[in-house]
């Protein structure tokens, strides 16, 4: 039987993982989690040097979590709901979770650290 997910290529998947697999990519997905930011309200909290910001904003894109909008010469990042619904369903699917009778649980889980923060 073929998932949800078949349309996706095993690299994007890859992407995805990678993602998630760096702290200060963890720090950046949690800053812009609250609203769009651009590179340089991310480098105020984020202890690294530009060339490094930018590289990780660069996996973060090319993942499909993080969506760009460049205005003149600044660019700003925030979250892309559809990349992070593609994250959490390729997570539960890889788990062997059923997706769709997971989705309130997910959607419990979310709101539940949204007051936590």
Not at 30 to 48: D, H, M, P, V, Y
């Amino acid at each position: 039987m073929a998932s949800t997910l078949d349309i996706y290529s095993q690299s994007q998947q890859a992407r995805v993982f990678k993602a998630f697999s760096d702290i200060n990519r963890l720090q950046i997905i949690e800053l812009i989690r609250t609203g769009e930011k651009n590179a340089s309200e991310i480098n105020e909290c984020i202890a690294i040097s530009q060339s490094t910001l930018s590289h990780h904003m660069k996996v973060l894109v090319d993942s499909g979590i993080v969506n760009v909008r460049r205005q003149g010469k600044f660019s700003y990042y925030s979250l892309s709901p559809r990349g992070v619904d593609f994250a959490i369903r390729l997570i539960l699917l890889i788990t062997d979770y059923n997706v769709e009778g997971r989705a309130d649980a997910v959607k419990a889980a979310v709101n539940s650290q949204k007051k936590v923060a």
